[in-house]
């Protein structure tokens, strides 16, 4: 079967919309029942599998999202990252971080160079819903979740038109060994995983940028246009971090906006906030 079943879906799907229902009423602060309820579950079962997947109640996974606690974020990302360069350091890291290196070619690279490169691509279940991943022997070349709403097929046809000389074959258990490594990394693992990219130069510059933004940090798209020599470039910013073929990995998502808004997200805003959430939850020991 080309997809996976979509009972993989299911839990995520009630963690998105208890996600969303906090956010809506984060002024009234529900009570577990009442946002149990809304996902159809007791209040048992949904404490346990919202504490399972974030490893936090769902009313501290909320603490981390609220506006103020996000400005509060970016202050002390960008603190971080002072530190970092006043100590010799590259940037910060932490315990569950990826360790990723990424090499690029551009599109006329890809045009004159890219004819029949192999890419293995495979569905799989991830924390934040089901994925499609494409690899090639030069890393990891896509990496995209799929809508709650969608088989995949979709997804798929969004790789293929974007690696269109490439040569597709479907290889499950290959890509699963990967996106094992992606969310089940252990820390004595220092083998870095390699990413395989196309974008222009300036795309190339901005992917860079995020790649060094630490787990369970956030940024603003005016330090990334500071950080690739370019501050006026906030919207060219903006458009190359919403472009980037390689979700998660390359965190496009710890991109917000200076108000402490989340913003938009290539994969559906919700899944950010989730993603954001579960990375701070991780970064802070829970």
């Known amino acids: 079967m080309l997809l996976i079943s979509q009972e993989h879906h299911i839990n995520y799907q009630r963690i998105a919309q208890a996600i969303e229902y906090l956010e809506k009423n984060v002024h009234r602060q529900p009570e577990l029942d009442e946002v149990a309820e809304q996902v159809h579950l007791s209040p048992f079962h949904f404490q346990r599998i919202f504490t399972e997947w974030a490893g936090i109640s769902p009313k501290r996974f909320l603490q981390f999202l609220t506006t103020d606690f996000l400005k509060k974020k970016l202050q002390e990302s960008r603190n971080l990252e002072e530190l970092a ?24 690279e890809y045009k004159l160079r890219g004819s029949g490169i ?37 997804e798929l046809e969004n790789m293929k038109e974007h690696w269109h000389n490439s040569v597709f074959h479907q290889n499950q258990n290959l890509t699963a060994e990967f996106v094992d490594d992606i969310f089940n990394r252990k ?26 933004i630490p787990m369970g940090d956030v940024t603003t798209y005016k330090d990334i246009a500071e950080r690739v020599s370019n501050p006026k470039a906030i919207q060219a910013v903006g458009s190359a971090v919403g472009s980037n073929h390689i979700a998660y990995l390359i965190p496009c998502h710890r991109v917000i906006r200076k108000d402490g808004i989340l913003g938009e997200y290539r994969w559906e805003a919700t899944r950010k906030k989730g993603i954001i959430g579960w990375e701070m939850a991780k970064a802070s020991g829970f």
């Open 118 to 154: 192999q890419i293995e691509f495979g569905f799989h279940k991830t924390p934040f819903g089901n994925c499609l991943i494409g690899v090639t022997e030069r890393g990891i070349c896509w990496f995209s979740f799929i809508s709650l709403d969608e088989d995949g097929r979709h």
């Open 85 to 108: 360069q006043t100590a010799g350091l590259s940037g910060q890291s932490r315990v569950y971080d990826l360790f990723t290196t990424l090499e690029a070619v551009t599109p006329q």
């Open 187 to 212: 820390e004595s693992n220092q083998n870095k995983l390699h990413l395989f990219v196309k974008g222009t130069n300036f795309q190339i510059k901005v992917w860079e940028a995020l790649l060094k």
